[in-house]
């Protein structure tokens, strides 16, 4: 690629409309343009580094056995209401219809498809496994698009599905695709994370999130920094070695605590420590309003009272609800007397002794004893795991660093065989349904992830697997015949040796070249000019060090791709996350 004649419209200033730095940087760099909310157009280079994500996975993909195909975008909704989802997805699924008033929507995943097409393909146990996958445009109607690729409406994902006629099969199945994706982003050189994803309603340990470690990440993952464990913190276990209390305290009493709102406020004013305080959460679960109780300076964990009441919908429930409830002001809600169900978290079954709010404004209740004053309908794991809890394998402490989610293994089990009747004879000729995984990458996300985590004050350092170009070439002296001359000629050697490799060869100044090649962060910069030429040195710079060397102009067929497999050789190290890496066996 010539920069001369390629469209790369590198910006100067940052364009106010992004907030994280792939965004920024993705704009800057000339890679990708916004059409609408969540939309965006790939040009040249954002659609090469596209393209280079779609090839390592799809290598990969094919050597764990999976099978490509393409479904189409379009599908019917009696697909969706054969499952269920046509009313339970919400608003993400975009819906319309055709001429005939009949009801479709844009795929936002595609398991009805899937199903639908097997269950009319398979009949027999012989058939089976059928591994299949895509890379294909998704829209999900997101409440939310932010962060450029990163939250799209219309963005680009790998998805798979696996059928198989027995629970170990669907279990190898699993096993295949988590250490393909293993494969696949030490490949990409990112420094990412397994970790044990929230299953709801289907249960068990069969879900895991990879997640690059970056800090923008809008997930935040529990790690143990003595053994493997790793999870989603919206699913992380919090483990409470205390004692129940047995003793009581004084009876209850209510104190004023005017304007005092919040847990701070409360235990400010009436001199006890917040863990003192109980925190009454008012929710509404599949409709029902629920209490939940946790010390506080703790946090519902909401995911957690999902599954408890094994329920399809948790909302915090709005102001007018909790005032109807409590019969009182935003602020005061507590469990004494309150008429509805009442979960608590664990440890507050270790003290006794609470401030809890007193169900009437600018009021409290201190001296209470949960056992005797509350009605408590069950004591839970409710709350959200901190750096003071332990690890739950092994008691070693957690970490909780920042990731962005790039990819999603799940095993299904029946949920849509069930409900589509996917099914296939075994070998006493009796129906069985047939047991499912489905496995997503964000391949455009995966993208926007590679730049938050490799990048610096001048632009983009991408890892050589997802660059746009591998190497980026300046000529400095375009005007000069001999210079001109040489770097085509390093021009051609490297496009024979199959290195992508952009020449700027534009009339520009040295400085403009020199920042357009950081921005668009190839992890290798070559430089030619005049001055160098007639020393017979070519220079060179490793992107994401900065070091700096000279290769011998006359002896570049060796020292050139010596120098190259340095560099791809330590981006090959830094994408193996180390310390505690989930080494890849299922959780127990
Ligand atoms: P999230 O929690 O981020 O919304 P999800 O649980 O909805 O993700 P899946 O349905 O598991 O995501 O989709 C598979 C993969 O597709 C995700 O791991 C993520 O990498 C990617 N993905 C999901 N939603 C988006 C989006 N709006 N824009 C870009 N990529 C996305
Ligand atoms: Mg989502």
């Given amino acids: 690629m010539r920069f001369s004649s390629t469209y790369i419209p590198t910006l100067k200033e940052s364009p106010s409309e992004a907030e994280v730095v792939s965004h920024k940087l993705l704009l800057r760099a000339g ?3 916004k059409l ?10 954002g659609l090469k580094a596209l393209e280079n994500v779609q090839r390592v996975v799809r290598e990969e993909m094919d050597a ?7 479904m189409p ?22 819906r319309f219809k055709d001429r005939n008033d009949r009801d479709y929507c844009l795929g936002p995943t595609h398991e009805e ?15 089976l496994p059928v591994r299949l996958y895509q890379i294909q445009t998704k829209f999900r109607d997101e409440i939310r698009p932010r962060f450029g690729l990163m939250r799209g409406r219309e963005f680009v994902m790998k998805d798979a599905y696996s059928f198989d006629s027995s629970d170990a099969g669907a279990d190898e199945s699993y096993k295949l695709m988590y250490d393909a994706y293993c494969r696949i982003f030490k490949r990409l050189g990112l420094r990412f994370r397994a970790v044990e994803a929230d299953t709801g309603s289907i249960g068990g340990n069969f879900s895991h999130e990879f997640m690059v470690l970056a800090d923008t990440g809008e997930d935040t993952i529990a790690a143990c920094t003595e053994c493997s464990y790793a999870a989603n913190v919206e699913r992380a276990e919090v483990v409470w070695n205390g004692t129940p209390c047995t003793e009581t305290c004084a009876p209850y009493e209510k104190v004023a605590t005017p304007a005092a709102h919040t847990v701070e406020e409360v235990s400010a004013m009436l001199k006890v420590a917040p863990s003192q305080v109980v925190k009454t959460m008012l929710f509404v679960v599949d409709g029902k309003t629920v209490a939940v109780l946790v010390r506080g300076d703790r946090e519902v964990n909401d995911i957690k009272l999902k599954n408890l009441l094994n329920a399809t919908t948790v909302e915090l429930a709005p102001a007018a609800v ?20 009442i979960y608590a978290d664990l440890e507050l079954q270790g003290a006794t002794d609470y401030v809890v709010g007193a169900n009437a404004a600018d009021a409290h209740l201190v001296h209470v004893d949960l056992r005797r004053d509350v009605k408590v309908t069950a004591y839970a794991d409710l709350r959200c795991i901190t750096l003071s809890d332990p690890c739950p394998r092994c008691g070693g402490a957690i970490e909780l660093p920042k990731g962005i989610e790039v990819g999603h293994i799940f095993k299904l089990g029946t949920k849509y065989s069930d409900a589509m009747h996917a099914v296939y004879l075994d070998e006493n000729g009796k129906e069985n349904v ?17 730049i938050e985590q490799n990048h610096d004050e001048h632009g983009i350092i991408f890892p050589p697997t997802v660059a746009p170009v591998e190497c980026i070439l300046l000529n400095l002296d375009p005007g000069k015949e001999e210079v001109r001359a040489k770097a085509e000629e390093i021009y051609a050697m490297l496009c024979k040796a199959g290195v992508t490799v952009l020449l700027d060869d534009r009339e520009e100044r040295p400085g403009v070249k020199f920042k357009d090649a950081d921005l668009i962060g190839a992890p290798m910069q070559l430089v030619l000019g005049g001055k160098g030429l007639s020393r017979g040195v070519l220079e060179c ?3 994401r060090t900065g070091e700096k060397g000279e290769l011998p102009v006359d002896a570049l067929e060796t020292a050139l791709p010596q120098w190259m497999e340095g560099v791809r050789k330590a981006w090959g190290t830094l994408g193996i996350y180390t310390t505690h890496f989930n080494d890849g066996k299922l959780a127990a």
């Fill in 31 to 33: 890679m990708v343009r």
């Fill in 36 to 45: 609408t909310s969540g939309v965006y157009i790939y040009l040249p280079l």
């Fill in 64 to 70: 764990a056995g999976f099978s490509e195909l393409l």
């Fill in 73 to 94: 975008m379009v599908i019917p909704g009696d697909l969706w209401k054969e499952t269920g989802r046509w009313e339970y997805y919400g608003k993400e699924l975009l």
């Fill in 113 to 127: 498809v899937i199903t639908d097409l097997v269950r009319g393909e398979v009949r027999s146990y012989r058939q």
């Fill in 322 to 341: 909790v005032e109807k409830v409590t019969a009182a002001p935003l602020g005061f809600a507590g469990p004494v007397g309150l008429d509805v169900p």
């Fill in 434 to 450: 047939m047991i499912m995984g489905c496995y997503g990458i964000g391949i455009s996300r995966v993208v926007a992830s590679a």
């Fill in 541 to 543: 710079k490793d992107r």
